[in-house]
């Protein structure tokens, strides 16, 4: 049976494979140690190994080195995502800090059994959620998203790119919703459904509408649709602030993702 913790990691990836299928800009790569992707966009998270499992401490060493080297040829910074999980995990960290990639952050990979799972929250005056539907309402996902997660400029034109391409067409992998309060898009999330899970991305909210239960309530809104449509599990990855966001809809913390910038 696969773990929770492998669950979460798997609709990341699948998630990110997806996103790379739709943009002839990003190479997606698969080998039997590691699962990464790789840009011409100077944007760490254009370029990341996503997963890797080493087995011999010289193995993780000489694999580090050469997968370092390919993003440092490039010129692009670059991430390396750990899973305490993995095989070799500890021997990792000890390679990632010898080949000068440092620990920028650790976010935690959340979950919550969408069995039998219900959700009153309290009622906000004035808020509705629309999903996208058409090209043109992405403009409405590029006034709240690219800004919130550090996207600038062609970054954050590509990044709106990837989630149009990869939310229209007759078999959309993602779902985007946008919650309006006062009349005016105000809060974003996408949802991405991988069989029996759905991963819950791109949470944001605008500055003037924070600390009001906005994401709170688009993101309960995303999981009631994944439930209905067959979900039984839902993912997502959390800063640590953001945690009681999410504990207050259900879900638990199953695994700290450590963020190591090259």
């Given at each position: 049976m696969t773990s929770i913790q492998e669950r979460i990691k798997q609709n990341m990836?699948?998630?990110?494979?997806?996103?790379?299928?739709?943009?002839?800009?990003?190479?997606?790569?698969?080998?039997?140690?590691?699962?990464?992707?790789?840009?011409?966009?100077?944007?760490?998270?254009?370029?990341?190994?996503?997963?890797?499992?080493?087995?011999?401490?010289?193995?993780?060493?000489?694999?580090?080195?050469r997968l370092s080297e390919r993003y440092r040829a490039r010129k692009v910074p670059?991430?390396?995502?750990?899973?305490?999980?993995d095989p070799g995990a500890a021997s990792l960290a000890e390679a990632l800090a010898a080949h000068g990639l440092?620990?920028?952050d650790e976010v935690s990979g959340m979950s919550l059994s969408l069995a039998g799972w219900t959700y009153e929250g309290p009622a906000i005056p004035g808020f509705t959620?629309?999903?996208?539907?058409?090209?043109?309402?992405?403009?409405?996902?590029?006034?709240?998203?690219?800004?919130?997660?550090?996207?600038?400029?062609?970054a954050a034109d590509v990044l709106v790119r990837i989630n149009e391409a990869a939310a229209m067409g007759r078999h959309p992998a993602f779902r985007h919703y946008v919650g309006f309060a006062d009349g005016r898009p105000a809060a974003a999330a996408t949802a991405f459904r991988d069989g029996e899970t759905i991963g819950i991305y791109n949470v944001a909210?605008?500055?003037?509408?924070?600390?009001?239960?906005?994401?709170?309530?688009?993101?309960?809104?995303?999981?009631?649709?994944?439930?209905?449509?067959?979900?039984?599990?839902?993912?997502l990855q959390s800063s640590r602030m953001g945690e009681g966001v999410y504990r207050s809809l259900g879900f638990g913390a199953d695994v700290a993702i450590g963020i190591y910038l090259g």
């Open positions: 990836i699948a998630m990110r494979e997806r996103m790379s299928g739709v943009c002839p800009r990003i190479v997606f790569e698969r080998t039997p140690r590691a699962i990464r992707h790789q840009s011409d966009l100077p944007h760490p998270v254009y370029n990341r190994v996503l997963a890797y499992s080493g087995t011999s401490p010289e193995d993780v060493l000489d694999d580090v080195g670059f991430t390396w995502l750990t899973w305490p999980h440092d620990k920028v959620v629309r999903p996208i539907r058409t090209r043109a309402e992405m403009a409405w996902f590029r006034e709240i998203v690219p800004d919130r997660f550090g996207f600038h400029g062609e909210t605008l500055d003037g509408y924070r600390r009001r239960g906005l994401g709170t309530a688009l993101t309960a809104h995303a999981l009631r649709e994944g439930q209905a449509a067959g979900a039984r599990l839902a993912v």
